[in-house]
């Protein structure tokens, strides 16, 4: 069973491991090398020895993989566990991690989070708070050269950037994704007002979390700056969240969600 991208399905009623769809990943920007997709599955619910269970869940899915989860048929999936009896939750963790690791091509990592503990693992992002750029001629524009060091300031320095605006529009329905953009780097000081445009670029855009998240990373290595670390927490859509992370540095799988997700 596939083809669930963009149509109209009801939640199978038992175990239907066939309907998760594969989304191949796009050719790699040439600065991308180290990340995750997480996302934050919130109707994940089965019964153990006849008990019904639920729990928030904590997908992990590795950059580097082949391809990703299209995340309706993610929802689909879950959902079809709903009624499916396991001996236990570790029974039903491995079920899902087993078949989600052989839709993207790469092994996944999946822990569970009690409903009533969100709190553990929700943060909200410091920085500088960048405001969204007015409307005009760059709105689904997206424009790399926009990009640049504020002028004059030819110091190195640690900075952690934050907007709150960040929106694009999924590729499928064109329906608009908003979410908040997390931006650490060490080098040149970045121009804020640049940034903000070159972000007003994706407000009509149409691209997987995923993607847009790997083009800003790409673009912003283009800069003199020599560590970078870009993470969207983009809100969530049927039940799911994505937070896609890319870094120029190796990093551990992170659960962290933001209270708007």
Known sequence: MAGVLGQKMAAPRVYTPAILERIERLARGTHVSFGWDVWHCYELSWCVKGAVESWVGVLGIPADSPGTVESKSLKLYLNSLNHHDFESAQQALSVITEDVSHCVGATVTLSL?????????????????????PLGSEVGIINAEQLSISPGKGNVVSEQLISHSL??????????????????????????????????????????????LEQIFSDLMSLPISQLLVAAFYQRRGGIDITPWRSS???????????RQ
């Open 249 to 259: 540095a190796p990093l551990p799988m992170s659960s962290q969600r933001l209270g």
């Open 167 to 212: 929106r694009s529009l999924c590729p499928v329905t064109a329906q608009p994704d908003w979410g908040s953009l997390f931006i650490q780097y060490t080098g040149h000081p970045i121009d804020h007002d640049s940034v903000a445009r070159y972000l007003s670029g994706y407000r009509a855009h149409q691209g997987f979390h995923e993607q847009c």
């Open 113 to 133: 989070l009690p409903v009533t503990d969100l709190s553990t693992i929700t943060t909200e992002l410091t920085g500088v708070n960048m405001p969204a750029c």
